[in-house]
């Protein structure tokens, strides 16, 4: 069974930093483009990061640049490290592996979630 995983949500502060990690099991993903996208409550999923399989440098959405960084560490984990974290950062964050991975919350296998809440 092909799964993502998330984990390392939980609660800053305005300011603060977190780190979200990303495993993936049940095959290799080393051909997937994998990224990372977030969703607010009462808002559509969107899109925070995204690292291609070819080594180019991830892809950020304007909202994060200078303050998030994402990276893989093999073909199976991923990794998002998250500074300067402010309250509209707040969410369920998605890991998300596919073939063609875009800005689009469309892909070909999503992890669970986990949760990101910046309190002021």
């Known amino acids: 069974q092909v799964q993502l995983v998330e984990s390392g949500g939980g609660l800053a502060q305005a300011g603060g930093s977190l780190r979200l990690s990303c495993t993936g099991s049940?095959?290799?993903?080393?051909?997937?483009?994998m990224g990372w996208f977030r969703q607010a409550p009462g808002k559509a999923r969107e899109f925070v990061a995204i690292?291609?399989?070819?080594?180019?440098?991830p892809y950020y959405a304007d909202f994060v640049k200078g303050r998030f960084t994402a990276f893989r560490n093999n073909g199976q984990n991923m990794v998002l490290e998250m500074n300067n974290l402010q309250p509209d950062d707040t969410g369920v964050y998605y890991c998300?592996?596919?073939?063609?991975?875009?800005?689009?919350?469309?892909?070909?296998?999503w992890g669970p979630g986990t949760q990101v809440t910046v309190s002021s």
């Open positions: 998300a592996a596919a073939l063609t991975l875009t800005s689009d919350p469309v892909a070909d296998h």
């Open positions: 049940g095959r290799t993903f080393t051909s997937y483009t």
């Open positions: 690292i291609s399989r070819s080594g180019a440098p």
